[in-house]
């Protein structure tokens, strides 16, 4: 299974919707797609329609009690999509671990163990605690969602810092398989600019595909629906199947089959 970890200390840049589309689009795609929610805020549980009171085992047991991913997954309405939600009690999580051994590295156990989806994506809390550092380690590759807007770059590298000491000290393997700029605003002449900046500073790491602006992808959680079901054709919908695309092609090829 390729594990790849959807971070960014920022909040509100778009991970979660991130997280929700792309995997909606693997899955529409024929891939057998997990998405481990890894916020305590269960955001992307919320958003594929999975209301807390379904959540029965979640990430939090996965990393405390180290149960597997099999027992914690639950089906969605999507086709080929399939979730580990979040809870509330996840919040604790950082806590408890803390003096454990290998806390570091128990989703990354639970990765290596399950064999029944293709691809897995980590929806990341908005921060580079234990959670995230979880995610990390466990993950193949990292896709940063950075929102255009002025300070983006400035958190950029405090994260490429981070992953850096991660494949020093963790995980040599973790690739960053790309930028993905979100919230795109055409109209904008400071978003413009960022996304220039951006290109010129990280070339050939941002991909092509840019996600607009678009009320549609924000309205899609409220309806339990990942936008490329609520409205598939809107232009949010279509740049994340643009993304997907775009990813699919950018997977490390010898990842794909195992
Ligand atoms: P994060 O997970 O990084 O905190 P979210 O994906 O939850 O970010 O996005 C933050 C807010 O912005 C949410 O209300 C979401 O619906 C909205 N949003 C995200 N991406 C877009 C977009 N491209 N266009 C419009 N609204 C968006
Ligand atoms: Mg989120």
Redesign the pocket.
Known sequence: MICIAIA?Q?????????AINIATAMAATGWRTLLIDL?PQG?ASTGIGIPASQRVLSSYDVLVDGASLAECTLPSAIPGLDLVPATVDLSGAEVELVGVENRTHRLRQAVAAHTAHDICFI?CP?SLGLLTLNALCAADTLLV?LQCEFFALEGLSQLLQTVEQVQQRFNPDLGIVGIAL??FDRRNRLTDQVADDVRECLGRLVFDAV?????R??EA?SHGLPALIYDHACP?SRAYMALARELIGRLPKERIAA
């Open positions: 960014n920022k909040g509100g840049v778009g991970k979660t919707t991130t916020d955001n929806d908005p969602p979100t919230m996600i607009p602006r678009n009320v992808l924000s959680p949010g």
